[in-house]
């Protein structure tokens, strides 16, 4: 039998009085039975007498009997011990519940609408609490106009739960948007439905207030993704899009005010972050409907006030720059390979909502790369969200030890570059035997003076004496002589001559193959290894995974990064990055940032 021990712990005093969840379906097996319910499932096997016992088990069972049953068979008796160890396991499965249904007691505030009794039966873990919170709640229905279809298709969804509806009309909506409101015993709950350009949603579940802030900042989110938040919406939202709509926003509300899980969580959708509120939103053409993380700019809720935990791999993190750049509703830009070429480099790029000094003038586009496109993506978004909040005054990174190596690197390659045009030639170069034969570097150096044809010359400087940091940098080597040092391709601060060469090698490829498809808006930070810890983190990786792939060199990365961030802010003498203190105001996106569990850093300068 399958998921559970069948010792002592027989069900007999959980579930004497049970009877299955409604909804159950069960499949007979050959030696066994597969019962599954709304949100669980079980699989019962070992004997082919598992479904004769539930052949005299079910009908018991459903019609809430069990009791009796039970006490038909003879106490230690084989078919009383199987029945009892069956019964055990439906209620590890959550697929019993308390007998009688939720309908049959009356409330003294008014009975539960059959249909809803039976809804609570199948979903909720106590459907006795659950009737009892929805048997004294009383709903209403907000909008400019009452009669308009939006309000319509509410209060007909919430009529048909039994459930008393008052209209009341609400000038300061906006004519497609309608708020969903239930008081009782309990707090007052609330959802906004309504359209932003042709997109409908719903909001999350929270106080009126909430909802009101939600709807407003989601519908400009939806406008301006559309292309022009200006743009007149279509004249009156179609009557099958709006009971969609208006049947989605119920749900939500009844199961808020009934203490049940929210409909976003019921499908264990992987883009959804545990913690992050979801909206609905929804496509009349073709017809869509899907469930996204979000989080408005005004926290008036205690449960819109979310911080979570720094992300614990390179997927997770992913998942978060997903969710914050997703096409329709994420307030900051998603980086994605969109149809630039991903050789010689993954490349990515997305676009930024306005120029760097605040002024009107067109969106700018930022292309970066990296050695695979997922670490490409996430350094994209960093740099996009530095540059959000003022360039050199943030730092931006997946987590604590990220942004600490962004911002260190950044720090030193700014320092060193200035005290290299200072004394040009007072620095001796590390000798090239000791990196040319890094198998990273063999491999992007070929790539940018063979295949992309480009005449440059690499050098390696050590940061300071007997000091595990050195610096690398990429010049085009000028056409004639005597013109003097050509522009920098890529530069790179890292722990070994080898891997401050490959990655310098590599920002000059991607600043080359950038630059011949889609320019970037803004030169990237030399990050550099920063990343590898996150990216090495629960990843597995082959006996024969030496430097030269990507894996097996992160993974030597990161078992080094720590000790070379100690080494860069001791040379460096001050704080290079500090976390910006928590009672300081969160300039947006930098609270929202934080949110989703990234690291914002301020640079030293501006901390003190």
Do not use: K
Request: hydrophobic fraction near 45%; aromatic fraction near 4%.
């Amino acid at each position: 039998m399958t998921g559970a021990d069948t010792g002592a712990d027989t069900g007999e005093d959980r579930a004497s009085g049970g009877r299955l969840r409604p909804g159950t379906a069960v499949t007979p097996l050959r030696a066994g039975l597969h019962l599954r319910g709304r949100r669980a499932g079980v699989t019962l096997e070992g004997s082919t007498a598992v479904p004769v016992v539930w052949g005299l088990l079910e009908e018991p069972l459903r019609a809430g009997r069990l009791a009796q049953f039970r006490e038909g068979l003879e106490p230690g008796s084989a078919v009383r011990v199987a029945v009892d160890t069956l019964v055990g396991q439906l209620a590890d499965h959550d697929l019993l519940v308390p007998a009688p249904p939720a309908a049959g007691t009356p409330d003294p505030a008014g009975a539960v609408h059959p249909a809803v009794a039976r809804w609570i039966d199948a979903t909720a873990a106590r459907p006795a609490d659950a009737a009892a919170a929805l048997a004294t709640v009383r709903a209403e229905v907000l909008a400019r106009d009452p009669a308009a279809p939006p309000a319509a298709a509410a209060v007909r969804a919430l009529e048909a739960c039994g459930m008393p509806v008052t209209r009341t009309p609400d000038p300061r909506l906006p004519g497609d948007r309608v708020l969903l409101t239930v008081r009782g015993a309990g707090r007052e709950r609330a959802v906004a439905a309504g359209r932003g350009g042709a997109t409908g949603y719903v909001t999350a579940p929270g106080s009126a207030a909430q909802a009101r802030a939600d709807a407003a900042a989601l519908e400009t989110r939806l406008a301006d993704a559309a292309g022009d938040a200006a743009a007149p919406q279509p004249p009156e939202t179609p009557g099958a899009f709006a009971a969609l709509l208006a049947g989605a926003a119920a749900h939500r509300l009844l199961c808020a005010a009934a203490g049940l899980p929210d409909p976003a969580a019921e499908a264990d959708d992987p883009r959804l972050l545990p913690g992050i509120p979801a909206v609905l939103l929804a496509d009349p053409r073709p017809a869509r409907a899907d469930h996204h993380s979000w989080l408005g700019p005004d926290h008036i809720d205690a449960d819109r006030r979310v911080r979570l935990a720094p992300p614990a791999d390179l997927t997770e993190a992913l998942r978060r720059i997903t969710a914050l750049g997703e096409r329709r509703c994420g307030p900051l830009p998603g980086p994605l390979p969109g149809e630039l070429t991903q050789l010689p480099v993954p490349l990515a790029t997305c676009t930024l909502p306005g120029p760097a000094t605040g002024d009107a003038g067109p969106p700018r586009t930022l292309t970066g790369g990296g050695p695979r496109l997922d670490l490409a993506r996430l350094e994209l978004f960093c740099r996009a969200a530095e540059l959000l909040l003022g360039d050199t005054e943030f730092t931006v990174g997946a987590d604590p030890v990220h942004a600490r190596g962004r911002a260190l690197r950044h720090a030193a390659a700014r320092r060193l570059a200035a005290a290299a045009a200072a004394v040009p030639d007072g620095r001796t170069a590390v000798d090239p035997a000791r990196w040319s034969g890094h198998p990273q570097l063999r491999h992007w150096w070929t790539t940018l003076t063979d295949r992309l044809a480009v005449p440059a010359r690499l050098e390696v400087h050590r940061v300071a004496p007997r000091a595990h940091a050195y610096r690398a940098v990429v010049r085009r080597t000028p056409a004639g002589p005597g013109r003097g040092p050509g522009p920098v391709l890529g530069e790179a601060v890292e722990a070994t001559p080898g891997d401050a060469a490959s990655f310098a090698a590599l920002a000059a490829v991607t600043a080359t193959c950038t630059a011949a498809t889609r320019p970037s808006a803004a030169r990237p930070r030399p990050s550099g290894a920063a990343v590898a810890p996150l990216a090495a983190a629960g990843a597995r990786t082959a006996a024969w995974e030496d430097l030269g792939w990507t894996g097996g060199w992160l993974a030597d990365l990161a078992g080094r990064e720590e000790a070379f961030q100690n080494t860069l802010h001791r040379l460096s003498g001050t704080g290079t990055a500090a976390p910006t203190p928590d009672f300081a105001p969160d300039p947006e996106p930098a609270g929202l940032l934080r949110s989703f569990g990234f690291t914002v850093l301020r640079t030293a300068e501006e901390s003190r």
